[in-house]
């Protein structure tokens, strides 16, 4: 059975501080791997990741996926309150387009 | 580019009555996609569509929920009757076609089962 796992599941930090999400898979027909975050409302894109291994990044995230590990990390530096949000790792598969989510890692920045 | 719509946005139904959802996904867009997302979890896909051809139901709980996209444009989620359980947010997505291509969420409905 296909499974995106994610950890930690929560996450308390304070502004300025550096944090590493994980995002493990096992799922037939890989294709890609996406990150979002998600706020109050809809999930929104971040990064999409292929097996070619090439960093993403976009300001002060950043995201790689290790293929022979099956895994992907999401850092994320000098964090800021606004930084708050669950962000969910799903992975997309060959051929049917489908997407299988992880259960979201929720990160809480204080002031 | 407007982006996917979905209505209602919140909605509050006693146990075994009906409800109904709908999407509107971006112009263009062949594939639509329908996903639970219970508190504290991941979204959870129901139902893929390519335009209007079902591509993945296999975790639709067909007893109770049903799903349609006529014309392959906008689609209609129904759940009768709803079960407390049920309660979560409904969320449509789509993406234009083709393996390069991420998905694009709509606000989501939220519903709750009383």
């Known amino acids: 059975e296909d499974k995106v796992v994610q950890s930690p599941l929560s996450l308390v930090v304070h502004e300025g501080d550096t944090v590493t999400l994980n995002c493990s898979y096992e799922?037939?027909?890989?294709?890609?791997l996406l990150w979002y975050k998600q706020e109050k409302k809809a999930p929104t894109f971040l990064f999409m990741l292929?097996?070619?291994?090439i960093e993403k990044k976009s300001g002060r995230l950043s995201s790689i996926l290790d293929k022979k590990e099956l895994s992907s990390i999401l850092n994320i530096t000098a964090t800021q309150t606004g930084d708050s949000a669950i962000y969910l790792c799903?992975?997309?598969?060959?051929?049917?387009?489908?997407?299988?989510f992880g259960t979201g890692t929720r990160l809480k920045v204080l002031a | 580019e407007a982006g996917v719509a979905q209505s209602p946005r919140y909605k509050i139904i006693e146990k075994r009555q009906s409800v109904a959802f709908w999407c509107n996904p971006i112009?263009?867009?062949?594939?639509l996609y329908w996903y639970q997302q219970i508190l504290g979890q991941g979204p959870k896909l129901l139902i893929q569509?390519?335009?209007?051809?079902?591509?993945?139901d296999s975790q639709l709980p067909k007893d109770r929920f049903s799903a349609e996209r006529l014309k392959g444009v906008d689609s209609t989620l129904k759940i009768q009757p709803a079960k407390l359980e049920d309660s979560a947010v409904y969320l449509c997505?789509?993406?234009?076609?083709?393996?390069?291509?991420?998905?694009?969420f709509g606000p989501g409905t939220r519903l709750t089962v009383t």
């Open positions: 997505a789509s993406s234009l076609q083709g393996e390069v291509d991420e998905q694009y």
């Open positions: 799922v037939t027909n890989f294709r890609s």
């Open positions: 292929t097996s070619s291994g």
């Open positions: 799903a992975v997309k598969k060959s051929g049917a387009y489908k997407y299988i």
């Open positions: 112009s263009g867009h062949a594939t």
């Open positions: 569509f390519q335009n209007n051809g079902v591509v993945d």
